[in-house]
């Protein structure tokens, strides 16, 4: 689940009794020309920008992104920009060089692991170390692009290519076809399987189910950076339990035997093996004595002579590094991190191998999450505080320095710092307050991608002291930006605090329509919820919120005790109790609101998507009569109908804990809704399955309770065809006002 994130799910709002009174972001106030609609958001391009994430070419002489075409938001095409001249120009068009093919439904199922599920042309890329070419995937097949435009298609093959990438010597490009790993010379060759025996349950080079939903990693091979060796992933899906899951479309149902790995069932066997890249040499690498494992990360070392692989126990209490020869495949465990009691230990991409043999580290052993180095057996703690270390973005090995994103000036700001690599010393902010910023790093420069709730996204480039030396799109709002038609019924974004019941502080954002004295006004409440997710930050709010707001309602979100980015006191509350203080703190917010003289306390609706739907049943189940309504998407509503690595995670083996299960769950205290309730979920979800809305729905009707439902042919946990997504925010915002007309409840 990793705290779903939907291009058009609310952002997140957080409240604190006894806080101070909220600070109001600047807004800009031109002439209005009219109120923001769902029909415009829907069209997409409101925030102005767009495309995906910048990078900088090898030599860092171009910037090459992915930006959505003139008129097909959801069609990308490979642009780069020359930064010495700012000039812009299309390296490859997707629609004269690709075919239009279906996609494979590996690839689909791997785009809807990655959320981009629907976007279409091309969704990723890989530059060649030299810098004189990409390796473009395009409608199935791969195709070679140079900087003087021309294109070569390097496969013609009705399988489909995944996973492709140029190896880091520019040797070869390899890919996983037909569940094997293959590998073909970049300048030029057959391609060729260099492994034997996938099909069927076996697969090569691929991440299986759980490790692309639940662990962050996205492929199953790792090239050594000397291009001698490939550790590939083997994974056997055998002993996972086959679910028969009805893709139900508008036109017909198609059934999907899907090995799904239910809580408490068994997952799929994992192996490791090295090989030579002619599939010459192969070696098994030893995991342990331990069948029932997962393979969080596999990494090598600067000089390619050692194999580093995390290996986590299947309660995820216990993680090793294990150091592996890859000649031999023998290994050691260099050290290991344990789960404090009634904790669990969470996975992370901030692992680095230095050049003197010494290894950067991610621990949340001190109660927050911060860098340690381990050298010759001991540790060094760099980094130290109530604040947590997001993503290590760079190693200046020969200066000393680690350049990481981080919230310490703040949980709703992120900013980029950098911070000695040896010892504990001081931590330098590199990026200006006032922003939530995600940060790339190519050599020694910058790409800072931010927002704040009066600033739409702008990246730019900075140097390694953070001085800015370009900017990338500054998306300034003037009277051309797309969003300028809007400007004068922008709603400030006020932030706040509310105390939760062991007095941790929840933060809070609010946006309200203009105000006319005396008058009160309907909430919409919005949550995700869940463990991995923040929505509370200052960031640029979705166009959506802002389309609410004109519609006359205030929006209102808070992060909840278990939500990401706070110290394991704040997080660990829901071990195995799923569904208690997020819903407790999400009542309290409810609460305050109706005490605000500007709010109408009879229509607080209520929305939530995905761990958000789930709460929207545990809230109307815990406290009817607080809500005047209640929207759920794509709800998850039993535990054991959801994912081995997720749920265990948070909630134990249901083998073990049943009680744990039965209390987190939505069908017992099904009959206990007695506020209007909508129920809406996609017909081919492949995360959340159908069967959580259908069994709480049988739930409800055994127990006489009245409710309404809204399903969407052929659409998956994302519901991400625009029609369709315009259709359920219609419908929810119909439902509102019939359920909780202004005057009643």
Request: no cysteine; hydrophobic share 40%; charged share 20%.
């Amino acid at each position: 689940m990793r705290g779903w994130s939907l291009a058009l799910a609310l952002a997140s709002v957080s409240v604190t009794a006894m806080a101070a009174e909220p600070v109001a972001e600047k807004q800009q106030q031109p002439a209005m020309q009219g109120a923001l609609t769902f029909e415009r958001v829907m069209r997409g391009g409101l925030s102005g920008g767009g495309g995906r994430p910048p990078r900088l070419s090898p030599d860092g002489k171009l910037l090459t992104q992915l930006r959505p075409r003139e008129g097909e938001p959801d069609r990308y095409d490979l642009w780069a920009q020359d930064l010495t001249t700012g000039q812009w120009r299309m390296l490859v068009d997707s629609k004269k060089v690709g075919s239009g093919a279906e996609l494979s439904e590996a690839e689909k199922m791997q785009r809807e692991r990655a959320r981009i599920g629907g976007l279409r042309g091309i969704v990723a890329y890989d530059w060649a170390p030299d810098g004189r070419s990409i390796l473009v995937p395009l409608d199935g097949d791969l195709f070679l692009a140079t900087l003087d435009g021309q294109v070569r298609r390097l496969t013609n093959s009705e399988a489909g290519e995944l996973n492709p990438v140029i190896s880091p010597v520019g040797g070869y490009i390899s890919f996983v076809r037909d569940q094997n790993l293959w590998v073909q010379p970049l300048a030029g060759g057959e391609a060729r399987a260099i492994t034997q025996g996938g099909g069927g349950t076996v697969h090569w080079g691929e991440a299986e189910f759980v490790a692309q939903e639940e662990m962050a990693r996205s492929t199953g091979y790792w090239w050594s950076p000397d291009d001698k060796y490939v550790a590939v992933e083997r994974f056997d899906e055998a002993p996972v339990r086959v679910l028969t899951r009805a893709s139900i479309g508008a036109e017909g149902t198609k059934l999907y035997e899907q090995r799904y790995p239910l809580a408490g069932t068994p997952n799929v066997t994992v192996a490791l093996y090295v090989t030579a890249p002619d599939g010459s040499g192969q070696v098994k690498v030893d995991l342990g004595q331990d069948p029932d494992i997962y393979l969080a990360r596999v990494d090598w070392s600067a000089d390619g002579r050692t194999l580093y692989v995390q290996r986590q126990n299947r309660e995820q209490s216990v993680l090793d590094m294990l150091a592996v020869d890859p000649a031999t495949g023998k290994s050691r465990v260099l050290f290991t991190e344990k789960a404090a009691a009634k904790s669990w230990i969470n996975l992370s991409d901030n692992f680095r191998a230095l050049a003197d043999g010494s290894l950067l580290w991610w621990s949340e052993r001190s109660g927050n999450g911060h860098l340690y180095r381990f050298d010759k057996g001991g540790w060094t703690q760099l980094t130290k505080g109530d604040w947590e270390v997001a993503d290590v973005i760079g190693v200046d090995e020969k200066k000393g320095l680690v350049y990481f994103t981080g919230n310490k000036d703040g949980v709703l700001e992120r900013h980029a710092y950098v911070a000695p690599l040896k010892r504990a010393g001081a931590v330098t902010r590199l990026t200006e307050t006032g922003y939530w910023n995600n940060v790339s790093m190519s050599g020694d420069r910058l790409i800072v991608g931010r927002s704040n709730p009066s600033q739409p996204p702008q990246s730019y480039l900075v140097d390694a002291t953070g001085k800015r030396t370009q900017w990338l799109d500054e998306n300034a709002l003037g009277p051309n930006h797309p969003y300028a038609p809007y400007l004068a019924s922008h709603a400030a974004t006020e932030f706040g605090t509310l105390k939760a019941a062991d007095g941790s502080e929840l933060h809070y954002k609010m946006l309200k329509p203009r105000m006319e004295p005396g008058k009160r006004y309907p909430v919409f409440f919005t949550y995700y919820g869940g463990p991995g997710a923040q929505r509370v930050a200052r960031d640029w709010s979705s166009p959506m919120h802002q389309a609410i707001v004109d519609k006359g309602y205030i929006v209102f979100v808070m992060d909840n005790r278990g939500t990401a980015n706070r110290s394991r006191a704040f997080t660990d509350q829901i071990w195995h109790a799923m569904g208690s203080v997020e819903v407790e703190d999400q009542v309290m917010a409810a609460n305050w609101l109706k005490t605000q003289p500007f709010v109408d306390p009879d229509r607080l609706v209520i929305h939530g998507w995905s761990y958000g739907g789930y709460m929207t049943l545990k809230l109307l189940e815990k406290a009817p009569g607080v809500f005047a309504a209640g929207a759920a998407v794509a709800p998850v509503t039993k535990w054991d109908l959801y994912d081995t690595h997720y749920t265990e995670r948070y909630m134990g083996d249901p083998r073990k804990v049943p009680e744990a299960y039965a209390a987190s769950g939505t069908l017992g205290d099904a009959g206990k809704i007695k506020d209007p309730l909508l129920v809406m979920h996609g017909m081919a979800d492949d995360n959340v399955f159908l069967d959580n809305t259908t069994a709480q729905i049988g739930a409800m009707q055994a127990a006489g309770v009245m409710f309404d439902t809204q399903f969407y042919p052929g659409q998956t946990h994302s519901i991400s065809n625009p029609a369709q997504q315009l259709h359920l925010w219609n419908t929810m915002f119909d439902f509102f006002e019939r359920r909780a007309p202004a005057g009643t409840k």
